[in-house]
Structure formats: structure tokens, C-alpha cells
């Protein structure tokens, strides 16, 4: 089992920043992928942003040169730089790990982006 803990979110206006980490604890050996998704009330959860354990990212088009995703290995932690924030950026963002046969989804940070 791997436990994850999410922080990071709040309030933010447009153009401004967050930074959203995501620690994984329990049998983190296991985990090869890590990723962001976000999920608007009512809509599909979408990706945002996901980086393998080659530390190659992907990342999605509507967030392309604002946000970047990280990851240490050592301290089982993935990050979210999220910059010039938009309005349309406000979603609960979740994190996602998974490796061979598991994944495990956080319970999810609100991110507001408001004037």
C-alpha cells in the first residue's frame, strides 16, 4: 500500500503562483509513474501533468510554459509548480502514483484562482 499526503493549494489571483507537493509514504519502492490530474465539479478528471521515473515529463497542452512537474526520488515526492495562473486553472487537483499492477489517487488540494 502507498499512502499519499497533498499540499499546497488555496487561493491565488490570476497570474500568480502555487506550488503543489504530493509525499508518498508505505511501499514506495513500487511506484515508477507519478502524475497531477484535475477534475472541475461534474467534468472527467483530466491530466495535467505527469513525469516517469526516467524523469521524462509530459504535460498538458492548456498548461504548456506554466507549469512544471518534478520529482525526488529520495524523498517520494512529486511537485506541481503551477505559474501566471489562470481562472480556468481552478479545479481540485489530485495526485496520482502507480507502478506495476497499482495505482493510488490523493485525496485532492483546491485551487482557487480569483481576483
Known amino acids: 500500500q502507498v499512502q499519499l499526503v497533498e499540499s499546497g493549494g488555496g487561493l491565488v489571483q490570476p497570474g500568480g503562483s502555487l506550488r503543489l507537493s504530493c509525499a508518498a509514504s508505505g511501499s514506495t519502492s513500487t511506484i515508477e509513474y507519478m502524475a497531477w490530474y484535475r477534475q472541475a465539479p461534474g467534468e472527467r478528471r483530466e491530466l495535467v501533468a505527469s513525469i516517469g521515473s526516467d524523469g521524462i515529463a509530459v504535460l498538458a497542452h492548456s498548461v504548456k510554459g506554466r507549469f512544471t512537474i518534478s520529482r525526488d526520488n529520495a524523498k517520494n515526492t512529486v511537485y506541481l509548480q503551477m505559474n501566471s495562473l489562470k481562472p480556468e486553472d481552478t479545479d481540485v487537483y489530485y495526485c496520482?502514483?502507480?507502478?506495476?499492477?497499482?495505482?493510488?489517487w490523493g485525496q485532492g488540494t483546491q485551487v482557487t484562482v480569483s481576483s
Open positions: 496520482y502514483v502507480g507502478g506495476p499492477g497499482n495505482n493510488y
